[in-house]
């Protein structure tokens, strides 16, 4: 049953101020007009049922892509109002529509809990569709609007009669803001996944009609729990029951899922109002000062650990952890560049108290669970141990001093990291080739020898006990683990340059293990790259092409009846310097792809399925995606 006694009606609605700017300025409203903002526009959308089941007045969401690539959010909650709103004279759902800033979540009752950031949702989605239809369920009536552009093209008008609640929104991206129209059916539905997971036993239907079978996927999650075993899925895990937890303190509600695997990585994820917060705040500094005491004073209780002995790190502790952390708070305050770090300061000491609490409860009532979190937490701190000491042993050998720069390093002459590029590059034959091709003002060059470690099956301390990885180390300048900054890095681009065949392939995945393990916030920070150096070469005299993938060969082959000789780059070492430099190393005619982290936890459990213990997963992935590849080797 859904609750009655909150009312939501048009007095609810309060109007801050206009909209003429969205469409000026599409980018200060969603990001941008790139992929990224195309798909915010299905996100702002669905957060407003998210925000209705919260209040606990919706249990059903459905979204639809259909073939014209529209989307359609359907849910089954109160239902926009639609009687006329006291200020401005028309019907409220007008105002939510064409007026930014105005809703429910602007003082009035008709939210207590909201993830809108900044209540733009309907309006901007609205005025960046070439046409939008709503659809209200409500009062047993079905009321119907159509918009184009932000601009209401009929009125509200009342087109049948129902016994449910709810609202149906379809829209169609308008072609004069977006770049591309294709919405990403995986990107919907890693968001869609992630926040079934958030809120337990809300039904979300995702639909794609634009196959000529069309693609529907169910979620139905009973909370966090399933969250951590998704992250957790394919990994050796420690605590087959994760700690779990759910309590109200103050008006905030906390919510966490904690389970162990054996493997290295802290993987914690934490959200405010269903928000991702990748910033973290103060809802997550109270979990690790929780975590971190309740799992030392346990320890010492216990006797796992001396009363005299240095406590274990947080760091110590969290290795080989996933959680996932969720508050709901009243009026969240975000900070921070994306908005998405939680200022809040009442919220630390409320989610430390609540976490403390009930993690003391599971160990006491685990103590097998308990005694093989702290073991692997003791195991943890010998290693850091071993790698501090040989930091500082490779520290005194200026190994890790940026004075004594590796040896096969040529680096550039300019001194400005913002202004300067470091390629990896597979070999010493394609390093010769792009020592001599590159620009050396700007461009450095380190060739690596064979195959780097898989750092996913290693601790810091092997993986500092590695030279290939060293000289990277060195080469970079931020350090790595605790002594890691991102403002002592000596370029501001960082290019993989590997061979477009298996071993290359093999190279630059274990390339990107080592950064995203150990060096994230290059990533995030947008600062790796990977080269995309031709596939084909064809020749006709003194006139060469280049071709980047078979499409584009076989495209061009087939509107030319010339002769050409074909080439295929099986290495960048097959290549000279002068050619290596005009189809990959030149800034003004190369492609490169930037790396990028869309979801961290999907990121997570393909780097753990991929390059992990587990073969499993492996054979799985092989199988499902080996009729993808297009230029294998065999």
Known sequence: MKPVENEYNASD????????AVRKRPGMYIGSTGPKGLHHLVFEIVDNSIDEAVAGYCTEIEVCIHPDNSVSVKDNGRGIPVDIHPQMGIPALEVIMTTLHSGGKFGGSGYTI???????????????SSELEVNVHRDGKVYCQYYKQGHPASELEVIGETDQTGTITHFLPDPEIFEELIFDREIIVTRLRELSFLNQGLQIVFSDLREEEPVRK??????LTDFVAYINKNK?????????LKAKKEDVVVSTAIQYNSGYSENLYSFANNIRTQEGGTHEIGFKNAITRVINDYAKKNNFIKENDANLSGEDIREGMAAILSVLVKEP????????????????????????????????????????IIEKAIAARRAREAARKARELTRRKNALESTSLPGKLADCSNRDPAFSELFIVEGDSAGGSAKQGRDRTYQAILPLRGKILNVEKSRLDRVLSSEEIRNLITALGTGIGED????????????IMTDADVDGSHIRILLLTFFYRYMRQLIEEGYVYIAQPPLYGLKRGKEIKYFYNDHELNLFMSETEQKWAIQRYKGLGEMDPEQLWQTTMNMEQRTILRVNIEEAYEAEKAFSDLMGDNVEPRKEFIQANARYVSNLDI
């Open 13 to 20: 609605i309060q109007v801050l101020e206009g909209l003429e």
């Open 333 to 372: 305050q975000f900070e921070g560049q994306t908005k998405t770090k939680l200022g809040n300061t009442y919220v630390r000491g409320i989610v430390e108290s609540v976490v403390y609490e009930n993690i003391e409860d599971f160990l006491n009532e685990n103590p097998g669970s308990a005694k093989k």
């Open 236 to 244: 050796d895990v420690i605590n087959d029951k994760p700690i779990y």
């Open 218 to 223: 169910d979620f139905n999650s009973t909370g």
């Open 484 to 495: 890691f900054d991102i403002k002592k890095a000596r370029y501001h681009k960082i290019l």
């Open 114 to 128: 909201s993830g809108g950031l900044h209540g733009v949702g309907l309006s901007v989605v609205n005025a960046l």
